[in-house]
């Protein structure tokens, strides 16, 4: 083995370059936090325009949660407090089953039609869901924004 040469290097700074990534990494995390909470925060704003109303108890119920981490992924949760989740389900789907089983279709009643159109779309049924439609490109776009994609 003689005449064989031994190839080394050095690398110097890795220890700043790793830091310096790890502040990206906690300022994109950061942002992502802050337009996810935002956007929120207006697809509430939206499902409360939209929510059907007879008392007013389902508007102050719908809320936003706490931004959540969960295996590599990132969310937060938009719906109503607990109290109300069962009639919060009923009137956001617009049917309930009865005690001998038969559906009953519910019907948008004076208060409800009071409020007329928002962007497009009548209060009611599938309130959440159509705030979630109505605020799907804003959500798109807004996050893009903060990964750098687009």
């Known amino acids: 083995m003689a005449g064989r ?19 990206i990494d906690e300022h994109i995390e950061r942002r992502i936090d802050e337009v996810l909470t935002k956007l929120a925060l207006k697809v509430a704003h939206d499902a409360k325009r939209l929510a059907p109303i007879d008392s007013g108890d389902l508007e102050a119920a719908i809320n936003v949660g706490e931004v959540k981490k969960l295996i590599g992924m990132t969310y937060i949760d938009i719906g109503t407090s607990p109290e109300v989740d069962q009639y919060a389900v009923v009137q956001h789907e617009g049917f309930r089953h009865t005690s001998n089983g038969s559906i009953v279709e519910m019907k948008p009643g004076e208060k409800t039609l009071s409020k007329g159109s928002y962007n497009g779309y009548l209060p009611g049924k599938k309130f959440l869901e159509n705030a979630l439609k109505m605020n799907e490109n804003l959500i798109i776009e807004e996050l893009s924004k903060v990964l750098g994609v687009a």
């Not at 040469?5 to 502040?23: C, P």
């Open 5 to 23: 040469k031994i190839f080394s290097f050095g690398l110097e700074g890795i220890e700043a370059m790793v830091g310096a990534l790890d502040q």
